[in-house]
Every structure is written in structure tokens, then in C-alpha cells.
């Protein structure tokens, strides 16, 4: 396969996409993407085999991949469509995670972390992330390198634990709210320091978080007493976490979660956030930018088409420009857009399905060269293709 796409305005790329073989051989599915220290580009995934789970991981090195390497295995894994493992390398040490069931209560599942202080050779035994100790949903973490150590944030549901009940099915059974914590682990996974960010939060969306120049940033989508989903961002100024803040007020009211997380980047104190949101059941995709690592935000910029189900991903291409996609139905689109508020085209660098089974597209850059990948739902495995920008 092989599509161009031209634009008018030239300071956008063209894009120029090409199938590109994934590491996975057999059923594989939740795939996460992310470019190392190095540049080079990591892929994780979970495969099945039997009645045990595999998080595994490949590296692209001289445009091939390296044998994969099995992280951690187990028969008792929570293994969600939308709450993928992540993986996450400082330049000494690597990091990555699963869930790992707690008991016998539908949401009760703990987050497990694992390290590799020997460039992924070999990994260390498991352990919780969180010390509540109760029986209740932990998960969709975001990792990212801080420092020498790691960021870590998550959402926590301590306080959702029914008091006698844990087998309810649905969130709605719940007595409590939702939070997002965030801590700091060094190489050795100890934990430097734990926070509570923000009480009462959106159950089941991915967060996403970033360092600035003046330190972390967690985005993630919030709920107000009203219903309101909206997105927020707290963030770690001269040590203090600020309050949690809207970064645009598209007045998204929803009973229920829409499984659908905010991504978030940073180059410097630039901030780039792509989000979905579908308030007066108008589905739309927007990116909004920052300069002043997310004190202040400029206008929203939308990029879809009219019939986005979001889903979405966003790098830096370079100092004023992103690249970012999303689904729109069951297309995977990209497009760049540069903190200014101009766009580009976008192009469907792939099809997929809007159903769960094909779970959230990753994006990493490498050079002037994107990869995308994906979950078949109709061959059971990851899919990829590769966009050269020109």
C-alpha cells in the first residue's frame, strides 16, 4: 500500500504512507507506542496463549524489529479494550505495568509494575503501584520519564469500594467518586512521593501525562457535580500541585464515562493536547496548545470531519508543529497543525473498526517518519503502517 496526500500550503507535510510489518505473530492486541531516549521506537502488547496473558515488547532498530521480549506473564490479568499496559525507559532504566486481578469484584484489579535495569534484557518481579490495599479498579496509567526517575499517574478507586459489596457490575453501584493520584518512583521503583490530584474524576478515560520545563503536568478528564466531562490539567509548580483546571469548556454533559482519554505533549513549556468531546451530540475532535506549560491556553483548533469517535494521539514534529490522529468512524486520520492555529489536510493513513475489539491507535515519531498501530478486529492482531513526511 502506498498513498500520498499533497497540501496547498507547503510548510505541511506530505504524507506518504506504506504498510509496515508488526512484531506479533500470533493473537496480540493493545498495543502502545513510544519513542526512547535514543529515538528508537518500542512497541509493547498483550498477547493470549491459552489461559495466561504475555505483555511483551519489540524495539525498530535499522527499520526492523528486534525478537520480542515477554515483560510479564499471568492467568489472572485484567485485560481491557481502552486500559492498555504502557512502557517507559529514562535512559538507565525501563518501566512498564499491567492489571493484575484483586478479587472476585468485576472492577477489582490492582496496577502491577515491573522494571529492567538491563535495556528490557530482564525484568523484575511484579509489584503494586498503590498501597490502599483495598479491592477496587486502579488503572490507565500514563508513564513518563522525570528526571531519573518516573512519573506515574493513575486513576484510583479506593474511594469506590462498596462497603460490603464488590461484585456489583456497573460503576453506577459505587458510593464514592473516582480520583486521579500521581506519584514519582526512581529506578528501583521506591516511591519517591504520592499525590492525590483531583477527587472526583471521569471512571473509565485514559490519563495522559508530560513534563514542562517547570515540571509535570496530568491531563485527564474530569466530572463535576453537574455531569460536566470536561478536560483538566493539574500541575506541579515549585513543588505545589495547582488546583485542577478546564482547559477549554465545551460543557460536555454525559450519565456515563465515554472511555475516551485526552493525550498530552510537551517540548519545552509548549503544550499540545488533543482531546474528543461530543456535548449537544455533536462528536468532534480538537488540539489546543499552551506556551506557558498549561497556565494559559489558546484557542481550540478542530480537526475532524463530523464524525469522529476520537481515540487520540498527538506528537511534536518540531518546535511549531504536531502531528495528530484520531478516528473518524472507522478511518484513522492524521494531520499536522502548527501552534498557531493553521492545519494542514488530513489523510486516512489506515482503516480500522469503530468497535472496541480494535481499541485505541498509538502514534510515535521517529525522524520524519510516523508509525501508527492498531488492533485488527478482524485478524486478532496488530496491525502497522509507516507515514514518511515530506
Given amino acids: 500500500m502506498l498513498m500520498k496526500c499533497s497540501t496547498q500550503n507547503m510548510e505541511f507535510p506530505e504524507f506518504v504512507v506504506h504498510d509496515f510489518p508488526s512484531p506479533t505473530d500470533s493473537i496480540s492486541g493493545e498495543p502502545f507506542l513510544f519513542s526512547d531516549e535514543s529515538n528508537r521506537i518500542h512497541l509493547s502488547w498483550i498477547e493470549k496463549k491459552n489461559d495466561s496473558s504475555y505483555l511483551n515488547y519489540a524495539v525498530l532498530e535499522n527499520d526492523t524489529w528486534t525478537a520480542s521480549t515477554t515483560i510479564a506473564s499471568g492467568n489472572s490479568w485484567f485485560v481491557n479494550w481502552a486500559d492498555y499496559p504502557v512502557i517507559a525507559s529514562n535512559g538507565k532504566n525501563k518501566m512498564a505495568h499491567y492489571l493484575d486481578k484483586s478479587g472476585d469484584g468485576t472492577y477489582a484489579y490492582d496496577v502491577k509494575v515491573v522494571l529492567s535495569s538491563d535495556q528490557g534484557k530482564t525484568w523484575s518481579k ?124 465545551d460543557n460536555w454533559e454525559i450519565k456515563g464515562c465515554p472511555v475516551n482519554g485526552p493525550r498530552v505533549v510537551a517540548n519545552g513549556n509548549n503544550l499540545a493536547i488533543a482531546w474528543f468531546s461530543a456535548a449537544d451530540n455533536k462528536p468532534q475532535v480538537q488540539i489546543i496548545f499552551s506556551t506557558d506549560g498549561g497556565d494559559t491556553f489558546h484557542e481550540p483548533i478542530r480537526i475532524d470531519h463530523g464524525k469522529a469517535i476520537g481515540r487520540v494521539d498527538v506528537e511534536w514534529r518540531n518546535d511549531e508543529q504536531v502531528l495528530a490522529s484520531w478516528m473518524e468512524g472507522g478511518e484513522i486520520r492524521l494531520i499536522a497543525v502548527n501552534k498557531n492555529g493553521t492545519k494542514g489536510e488530513s489523510m486516512v493513513v489506515a482503516t480500522s473498526s469503530e468497535g472496541r475489539a480494535s481499541g485505541f491507535p498509538q502514534m510515535a515519531l521517529y525522524k520524519d517518519e510516523v508509525f501508527i498501530a492498531w488492533t485488527s478486529a478482524e485478524e486478532k492482531k496488530i496491525k502497522m503502517v509507516s507515514v514518511s513526511l515530506k
Fill in 126 to 249: 511484579s509489584f503494586t503501584l498503590h498501597d490502599d490495599g483495598k479491592q477496587a479498579e486502579h488503572g490507565f496509567v500514563s508513564i513518563v520519564p522525570f528526571q531519573n526517575n518516573f512519573f506515574v499517574s493513575w486513576l484510583d478507586g479506593r474511594n469506590t469500594r462498596m462497603a460490603n459489596d464488590m461484585n456489583h457490575k456497573g460503576h453506577e453501584a459505587h458510593q464514592g467518586a473516582m480520583s486521579v493520584r500521581a506519584a514519582v518512583l526512581d529506578g528501583s521503583g521506591k516511591k519517591v512521593s504520592e499525590w492525590e490530584l483531583d477527587n472526583k474524576v471521569c471512571d473509565c478515560c485514559q490519563t495522559s501525562s508530560a513534563i514542562t520545563s517547570n515540571g509535570p503536568i496530568v491531563v485527564y478528564r474530569d466530572r463535576s457535580e453537574e455531569e460536566i466531562r470536561d478536560i483538566s490539567i493539574v500541575r506541579l509548580v515549585d513543588g505545589v500541585w495547582t488546583e485542577p483546571k478546564t482547559i477549554y469548556n
